[in-house]
DNA sequence: TCGATATGCTACTAATTATGTAGCGTCAAG
DNA sequence: CTTGACGCTACATAATTAGTAGCATATCGA
């Protein structure tokens, strides 16, 4: 079962985006199209299976969608990314890396 | 294993958040502070250990930290919660509830 | 002082989810 | 007709999460 069970908007978001990799694979979407393949290289060789599962549920909530360049963000999805400009300002400004648990 | 090894603050920042329930936390925590057990409760009764790995997770970035009242968002973490209003406007123009995959 | 209750949390097993690797089917180029 | 890239599935193993029980501490009123 999904963590999450509310039809409320906010958690079937919720609910996806705190899949593991899931914000990973949108940041690494926030600057064009990548193959499957090179989105897996880009998370770190995130397996296949994994990949495939989370390329769907953002499918599912149109947040990309697969052209013949490959994977990318539509233009909902690329608003939904320029929030995460604003959680790397955040991080930038408020994450010691040295302080890594 | 971390899902990511990079030591950039985004890259931690999106481990964290990407672990399962991490967002919802934040989420529930928006208006004031809640007892280990009120979390629990308003989080849809996730287990104990989870809960408290995440907590762990957030203080450890100075996101929440745990007073007299119960847990709550710091500064900083009340900050990171704005960005929460933005995912949940989005959500609310965006997800269409009745297309739940 | 004695429950009764609430708190935060740990221990432990079972279930779910992710990883790692192999490899299939399709397509396009050479 | 081989080679390479593509998207993806299968399957066994490993890691994470859930579910439940319960402990230790603190506070309250009787």
Redesign the interface.
Known sequence: MS???S????????DS????????IM?ELRNGPFTFRALQESC?M?SPTTLNARL??LK???IIDHQSAGYQLTA?GL??A??MI???E???R??N?R???
Do not use: F, Y
């Not at 039809?7 to 919720?14: G, K, S, V």
């Not at 985006?17 to 990973?24: A, C, D, I, N, S």
């Open positions: 963590s999450q069970k039809n409320r908007p906010i958690m079937i978001l919720l985006l705190g899949k593991r990799w899931t914000l990973r940041w770190d995130l769907g549920d599912a909530l149109g909902k608003e939904l320029k929030v604003s959680l790397t955040w991080a930038n408020e994450i890396p302080a890594r648990s």
